[in-house]
């Protein structure tokens, strides 16, 4: 098992900037990818990021792609997700999850998820 634990996220005016972060705690392994989403209300999950454990390799959505930035630090076991020149389109409860494989960009192919941080920004 794999436990997740977001936290920072808040009520931030557009423009402005915040930063999650997700401690990981349990039987972890070493080559497991780590996965940020969000969900806005009536909408679906989506991927906002991914970071791979050995840092090599991080990827994003289009629509964060030069605001947000994904980071680790391997000894604290915790990921982060710099965000900023936030829009009111990325309020969203934002989770992050585990995943050893499958494609990142898939929720279905994470295995441990968080249980979310609000992120609501206004205009």
């Known amino acids: 098992q794999v436990q997740l634990v977001e936290s920072g996220g808040g009520l931030v005016q557009a423009g402005g900037s915040l930063r999650l972060s997700c401690v990981a705690s349990?039987?972890?392994?070493?080559?497991?990818?780590m996965g940020w989403f969000r969900q806005a209300p009536g909408k679906e999950r989506e991927f906002v990021a991914a970071?791979?454990?050995?840092?090599?390799?991080?990827l994003y959505a289009d629509s964060v792609k030069g605001r947000f930035t994904a980071s680790k630090d391997n000894a604290k076991n915790t990921v982060y997700l710099q965000m900023n020149t936030l829009k009111p389109e990325d309020t969203a409860v934002y989770y992050c999850?585990?995943?050893?494989?499958?494609?990142?960009?898939?929720?279905?192919?994470?295995?441990?998820w968080g249980q979310g941080t609000q992120v609501t920004v206004s205009s």
């Open positions: 999850a585990v995943q050893y494989s499958g494609s990142v960009y898939s929720r279905g192919s994470y295995d441990y």
């Open positions: 349990g039987r972890t392994f070493s080559s497991y990818t």
């Open positions: 970071i791979g454990w050995n840092g090599g390799t991080i």
